[in-house]
């Protein structure tokens, strides 16, 4: 069945309230993170995170063969534009080689607040990305800090201390900031170093 772009919003939220009526709320909680963020729960991701911390220790032993930048996309696949509240932020880590890795930051639950939790390669970071590199912007994607180099070994190290002091999601951290409190961008931008800073 093909939907058309007017129709997904519409399509999204039929869904979500069907599902409501026939199912617990953490079966939605699940569907909706599903449909906008991996096929992998939050939970999952959290449990995830230690492989995250040792994918990037890794990386930290040989930081001068990798670059990083740094990109900011719409909330979910079926948002037109970015917006003030409903914009994604993720860092790509690239290889010498030319392979690269998505790392942002998530809530584990779909609510105001819940744990925070890094995550690799999630199928909406990857999505968005591959599709703004084929030509298709249907995610809003944009690269931010263009201007700078961003220090992969600091950066990096800034995140591994995100992670060791364990991180409360608050969704609308990025408007007003809450203590001991992160989102997907003030995260980035909390972790991020830029080369001679």
């Not at 890094?118 to 909406?124: F, G, H, Q, V």
């Not at 809003?140 to 950066?155: A, K, L, S, Y």
Request: hydrophobic letters at 40%; aromatic letters at 14%.
């Amino acid at each position: 069945m093909h939907f058309g772009r007017m129709k997904l919003p519409i399509v999204f939220i039929v869904v979500s309230l069907t599902t409501l009526s026939f199912n617990s709320c953490s079966s939605i909680q699940a569907g909706i993170y599903l449909v906008s963020i991996d096929s992998l729960n939050g939970e999952t991701i959290l449990q995830n995170q230690i492989n995250v911390k040792i994918f990037l220790e890794d990386i930290i032993s040989e930081y001068d063969q990798f670059s990083m930048e740094a990109f900011e996309r719409t909330g979910v696949s079926f948002q037109f534009k970015r917006t003030k509240l409903l914009t994604h932020s993720f860092y790509l880590l690239t290889n010498n080689a030319g392979e690269y890795h998505t790392l942002s930051f998530y809530g584990t639950n779909i609510s105001f607040y819940s744990e925070g939790a890094w995550a690799l390669d999630t199928d909406s970071d990857m999505e968005s990305y591959e599709q703004y590199t084929r030509g298709n912007n249907r995610w809003d994607v944009r690269e931010v800090f263009f201007d700078n180099v961003i220090d992969v070994r600091m950066t990096l190290m800034n995140v591994i201390d995100m992670i060791d002091r364990g991180t409360t999601f608050y969704y609308r951290d990025h408007i007003k900031k809450k203590p001991n409190m992160n989102n997907c961008n003030t995260a980035l931008h909390e972790t991020v170093v830029f080369n001679g800073a």
